[in-house]
């Protein structure tokens, strides 16, 4: 079977950085998406890393690292809106999407 | 409405009950999911549609029944479930059901399954 392993729980101060770590290990490899869910609420879609880089998009980037099976997000300057579940998921050669068990974010003021 | 839409949103049932779990997608995609989430494990795939085909079954126990009567609906239909089956069960939908490209799956809010 896939494995994707994240922390389970994060801490962070509002207007600090927070680094999200992902590692996988799946039957090959065809992208990764992160997602951020609210609690009570649906996931939606942050980002999707196929090549090995960092892609950036406001506030919140990825990076991926497909040699090592590692990625991470890093949320900046952060807000109390931030607090939520991000979700890891990896894409493996069949086209099968399987998922982390989420990272909990807890931002305090 | 727009997006993902599932009913309803909690539902208690007990052991012998019927119930049916709704969700309707308004983006004109042609792939739905059901997907189970339980508290602190990943999200397990449960059900795959595609253009109305159940192209995925995995291993779901038979007390779970999947109907996709067009691209828009789908329902999960429950009966006999155990309370080991309680969790937020999640309806997606996506624009094709292979890996190309980004493929990124648009979420419903879930339905909260309580089974006592």
């Known amino acids: 079977g896939q494995n994707i392993d994240q922390p389970t729980e994060m801490t962070a101060t509002e207007g600090a950085i927070v680094q999200i770590n992902c590692t996988y290990q799946?039957?090959?490899?065809?992208?990764l998406f992160w997602y951020q869910q609210h609690a009570g609420e649906a996931p939606t879609f942050l980002s999707y890393?196929?090549?090995?880089g960092l892609e950036e998009k406001g506030r919140f980037s990825s990076f991926l690292s497909r040699s090592k099976g590692y990625s991470y997000l890093l949320l900046k300057e952060l807000q109390m809106k931030d607090s939520a579940s991000y979700l890891c998921?990896?894409?493996?050669?069949?086209?099968?999407?399987?998922f982390g068990a989420g990272t909990t974010v807890t931002v305090r003021a | 409405e727009t997006g993902v839409t599932q009913t309803p949103r909690h539902l208690v049932m007990g052991m012998t009950n019927k119930k049916s779990l709704k969700c309707e997608q308004h983006?004109?995609?042609?792939?739905m999911y059901w997907y189970k989430q339980s508290a602190k494990k990943p999200l397990e795939l449960m059900f795959v549609?595609?253009?109305?085909?159940?192209?995925e079954n995995n291993s779901v126990p038979s007390r779970f029944s999947p109907e996709c009567p067009n691209s828009s609906h789908l329902f999960l239909h429950l009966h006999t479930l155990q309370p080991e089956d309680s969790a937020l069960y999640l309806c997606?939908?996506?624009?094709?059901?292979?890996?190309?490209?980004?493929?990124?799956?648009?979420f419903g809010a879930g339905s909260r399954l309580t089974v006592l």
């Open positions: 997606a939908s996506s624009q094709g059901d292979s890996g190309t490209g980004a493929n990124v799956l648009t």
């Open positions: 799946t039957s090959g490899f065809n992208g």
């Open positions: 890393n196929v090549l090995d």
């Open positions: 998921a990896v894409r493996d050669s069949d086209y099968k999407l399987s």
């Open positions: 983006l004109g995609h042609n792939a």
């Open positions: 549609y595609s253009l109305e085909e159940r192209v």
